[in-house]
């Protein structure tokens, strides 16, 4: 048998801990031991993005680091930026704008959104084009994804 | 009409915004037990001998099984190859697991199912397969020489089936026509990949002998009659679910083998039985699509009329699956020449089976490859003659009043308006002006080129004997309030016809959309039907929500007429109220009538029979199964369509190009909600321009996959779409009630076409010809060097 291991960390702003096998992954831990399925995951290999969460104020794949290297750190997921089925600001600008199809790469590219605005720094499209290219969509062409991001800078005269 | 041809948003946004919505993947029951499968490693190989016996020391494993223990569940087949027995067409059986030898690298060999992911994982790390290994046959036409190792013993070759289409006469065309010319185009192998990875958790309840089945599926009734025939359940004892799924282009039509095994996993244990595919599973066993060669011949005039067509096409089926992927060729076969009045062709498909991973549905389905061919083809011909790539369309086209128009033995088009639509996109894309923008730029030294294409989108489709028909259900529950119940027997991946189906019911029975409820995917809850594919989700459910929405608006009509003491044909519906035409302010709300329904049976609803639930079908009424007088016969049931027109620029230095400009002007009928049909557009153009540029599935000579991560196989981010410019005509179905067409494959069939125009044009200096996808960098600077040394 594998030795576990203990993790502490901060999770949507609480207090969380517990003794893993000490190979899991930060995706599996957030969806299998704390139960939070809206992070999710598509590749394994760090390149679609679908499992992005905020660590210590900034984005990371959380299939790229196993959770024991997340002891001891501030952990956001997507659960974290709403109360509820209640929107925030960034999705209601995303359901405004049909930028959801099928919603799997949803919660991270809100995550990377969030992350996005929350630099202060003036962008252009194409720099939102390249600042989301690490989250992978199948079914939006992004379009609306980018219009829904270029409104929000907008609103805050951060749009080049 | 207050909500069909707006912009509604989503009703399955917030909990999939919020991360509150549950996938398949999600759903884990109390006792769960995790499965994962030992894959071939080779392509071809016969089966000695498997060793489970370190593989079972792995603490919390609780099975190991391996194919033989299988064989009682032969995987019932949605599909049936009978129908195309006098074209040669062969059968095979295909097992949960593999029995004998292993026909595609990756396919399932040993189930484990373990206590948690990470043991059965380590579990399968454990299992030695002893493996008598063949020789693997990769390239079709290969497989069709004599000696060719043979993917299927019992066959007599690696040939599937041939399949002809003929139409007029084409060696007289041949024979009088002032050009031909011949050349061949060459769709590569690649897939969809919807992000969310399949997914199954199958509940058997031992005691009451009933399953539950939660499926990332397409299919969710037929996959219920699947089960129930696979496993010997009676099938009211099979209840599948289908929750939200992530993503769907066809390749979550069931079944599946991991499908299969999963469920009759838990039956022989008894416990709740999970599984989730990975990235690299999807790639390998996930099914593949396209892989078709065309070799032609076309015959024309100097005014640029076509003639005729010889085409030969070459399949590459991979092995042979339940799934209905060996059809997708067919329909590249009885659509062509798509948009095109051609009266004189012959057409003949050959289906080839290989060690690859089987074909399965994706978004195109063929139709993207018939478009390819000709589209390429009509660009030749203009380079031929020296005449514009617009005009030889027009010249071209089937023209608007020859509608219903027969193009094949097997097709029928239903309506269309293309020189209309064409005209359009010249418009919208500023045509004339990047004409003179690309000849300032090559004086300039840079190479923009305008890619012109027109798609033609084949929906419904209507297959003898399948469970792919054009027919559908929709039940509505009236509740005594007032408030609306809507089940579908079509299922949404994701791209939200249940928000379009609201729509329907809201505005044909007069309530708000906001008392409308939309349930989709329970096979316990809603009425049978066929799920998702085929854009058909309007073309057979949104015309089921209208006929029952009626029904019942009748019925509330005749009790509103009775309270308002007014005759029923004196009333207007809207905003969940009836009120007497003449004099307004003479109102009864549906909520009341619905009340009187339910409390009033013996006074103001004595005339109707008690209640206020429906459930209406409907059934396309324009395909043919029983062949008419000449023999013709009609599949596909609505036909959408579109033009394309992009710009791009190229460097020659390094052969990788951006793209400047992208219009689509579509043609879907009537528009039920232009937010989602625009969605629907950009989507399938981004997954036509991966096609196109990138996604590409490489087998090594010896039939092994190259390509199995998104890293080796790319999809596109932001970076690489561009932002599309969509506008819409709307010719309307002559045979749905609503007008719609279906969108759903709409873009991805045209978008490489444009790309390959586009990129051909920019290296016009060079003479460079583009008959091959994925234009990516290498490519296109090898066509460069090629034709610099010509």
């Known amino acids: 048998m594998v030795n576990k291991v203990k993790v502490n960390l901060k999770l949507n702003g609480e207090r969380f801990s517990a003794e ?75 359901h405004k704008r049909y930028a959801v199809q099928c919603g799997y790469c949803t919660p991270g590219m809100i995550i990377t959104a969030h992350y996005l605005l929350s630099l202060g720094k003036t962008l252009s499209r194409q720099e939102i084009r390249e600042h989301i290219s690490g989250n992978l969509c199948r079914c939006t062409g992004y379009q609306n994804i980018i219009d829904a991001i270029e409104e929000l800078l907008r609103d805050k005269g951060l749009l080049r | 009409m207050r909500y069909v041809g707006n912009r509604i948003t989503k009703f399955s946004d917030p909990p999939l915004l919020t991360g509150r919505a549950r996938y398949a993947g999600d759903i884990t029951p109390p006792g769960t037990l995790y499965a994962c499968f030992v894959r071939s490693k080779y392509a071809h190989a016969r089966i000695r001998g498997i060793d489970t016996s370190r593989a079972s020391r792995v603490p919390g494993v609780r099975a190991l099984i391996i194919g033989d223990e299988f064989l009682d569940y032969p995987i019932f087949q949605p599909i049936s190859t009978k129908p195309y027995k006098p074209y040669g067409a062969k059968e095979a059986t295909v097992y949960p697991l593999v029995v004998g030898k292993v026909r595609f690298v990756g396919e399932p060999i040993v189930m484990v199912v373990a206590e948690s992911r990470i043991a059965a994982a380590e579990a399968a790390s454990l299992v030695d397969v002893d493996y008598d290994v063949l020789p693997a046959v990769v390239d079709p036409e290969e497989a069709l020489k004599p000696g060719a190792p043979k993917v299927y013993d019992h066959w007599d070759g690696n040939l599937f089936m041939k399949f ?105 244990l008894g416990r709740p039985v999970k599984w989730v595919a990975e990235r690299w599973e999807e790639l390998m066993a996930g099914g593949h699509a396209r892989d078709q060669r065309h070799y032609f011949e076309v015959a024309f005039n100097s005014d640029g009329k076509i003639l005729g067509m010889k085409v030969r096409i070459i399949a590459d089926m991979g092995a042979l699956f339940p799934t209905p992927g060996w059809g997708m060729p067919l329909v590249t076969t009885i659509h062509l020449p798509t948009v095109y009045k051609v009266e004189n062709y012959r057409i003949e498909l050959l289906e080839i089976v290989t060690n690859k991973n089987p074909l399965n549905a994706y978004r195109g389905y063929g139709k993207e490859c018939a478009c390819f061919l000709m589209e390429r083809i009509m660009d030749m011909v203009a380079r031929r003659l020296g005449k514009d790539r617009i005009d030889i369309r027009m010249k071209n086209f089937i023209p608007p009043n020859d509608f219903p128009a027969r193009i094949s033995r097997y097709t029928v088009l239903d309506s269309g308006n293309y020189p209309t639509v064409l005209k359009r996109a010249v418009e919208v894309f500023e045509y004339e002006k990047w004409l003179k923008l690309k000849e300032e730029a090559r004086k300039k030294g840079r190479y923009i080129g305008i890619g012109v294409a027109y798609e033609l989108t084949p929906e419904g489709a209507c297959i003898p004997g399948s469970f792919f028909l054009q027919y559908d259900a929709v039940t509505i529950k009236v509740a005594p309030t007032g408030k609306v119940l809507v089940y579908t027997g079509i299922t949404s991946p994701g791209n939200g016809q249940e928000t379009a189906i609201a729509q329907i019911v809201a505005d044909n029975l007069g309530v708000s959309i906001d008392d409308v409820v939309v349930y989709q995917g329970d096979t316990d809850l809603c009425p049978y039907g066929l799920g998702n594919f085929s854009g058909r989700s309007m073309i057979s459910g949104g015309s089921a929500a209208l006929l029952a929405s009626i029904e019942l608006r009748e019925k509330l009509r005749k009790v509103a007429a009775r309270i308002l003491e ?81 710009a791009v620029e190229v460097d020659i230095e390094t052969g990788k190009f951006d793209i400047l400009k992208y219009v689509v002007v579509d043609d879907c009928g009537k528009v039920i909600n232009p937010m989602i049909v625009e969605g629907q557009l950009h989507g399938g153009v981004a997954q036509g321009i991966g096609g196109a540029i990138m996604e590409e599935l490489v087998y090594s000579s010896a039939g092994q996959l190259l390509t199995t991560t998104f890293m080796d196989y790319p999809i596109p981010t932001a970076k690489e779409v561009p932002d599309m410019i969509i506008e819409h005509v709307e010719t309307p179905s002559p045979y749905t009630p609503t007008g719609a067409k279906g969108v759903g494959e709409s873009g991805i069939v045209g978008a490489p076409a444009c790309l390959a125009s586009a990129v051909e044009d920019a290296l016009s200096d060079f003479g460079v010809k583009v008959m091959e996808t994925p234009l990516r960098p290498s490519r296109v600077w090898r066509l460069i060097q090629e034709a610099r040394k010509k």
């Not at chain 2, 004099?583 to 009341?592: G, K, N, S």
Request: hydrophobic share 35%.
């Open chain 1, 20 to 94: 893993i096998d000490p190979r899991m992954l930060l995706c599996d831990f957030i969806r299998d031991v704390a139960g939070l399925t809206g992070t999710h995951i598509g590749c394994m290999t760090g390149n679609c993005g679908a499992c992005t969460v905020l660590m210590n104020g900034r984005t990371v794949k959380s299939c790229t680091i196993l959770a024991a290297q997340a002891n001891g750190s501030d952990i956001t997921t997507i659960e974290g930026l709403s109360k509820g089925l209640e929107l925030n600001p960034i999705q209601r600008a995303f």
């Open chain 2, 164 to 268: 002809p289409s003929e139409w007029g006469d084409v060696d007289a065309a041949f024979g009088k026509a002032e050009y031909t010319l011949s050349d061949s185009v060459r769709i590569q192998r690649f897939t969809g990949q919807a992000l969310e990875p399949r997914a199954y958790v199958a509940d058997y309840n031992t005691i009451e002998n009933h399953l539950t089945f939660y499926s990332s599926t397409q299919q969710p009734h037929p996959l219920r009659t699947i089960l129930a025939e696979t496993l010997k359940i009676p099938e009211n004892q099979v209840r599948v679910v289908q929750p939200y799924v992530g993503g769907g282009f066809g390749l979550k039509i069931p079944p599946f083998q991991e499908e299969i095994a999963v469920a009759v996993a838990s039956v022989k």
């Open chain 2, 566 to 646: 007014s005759r029923p044909e004196d009333l207007e519906v809207s905003d969940g109220k009836f009120y007497v035409k003449e004099v307004p302010e003479r109102q009864v709300t549906i909520r009341d009538a619905a009340f009187a329904i339910y409390k009033n049976p013996y006074d103001l609803a004595i005339d109707v029979e008690p209640g206020l639930e429906i459930t209406k079908y409907f059934k396309m009424p324009n395909a043919l199964h029983i062949p008419d007088e000449s023999g013709y016969t009609r599949t596909y049931t609505s036909f959408p369509n579109a033009a394309h027109l992009c």
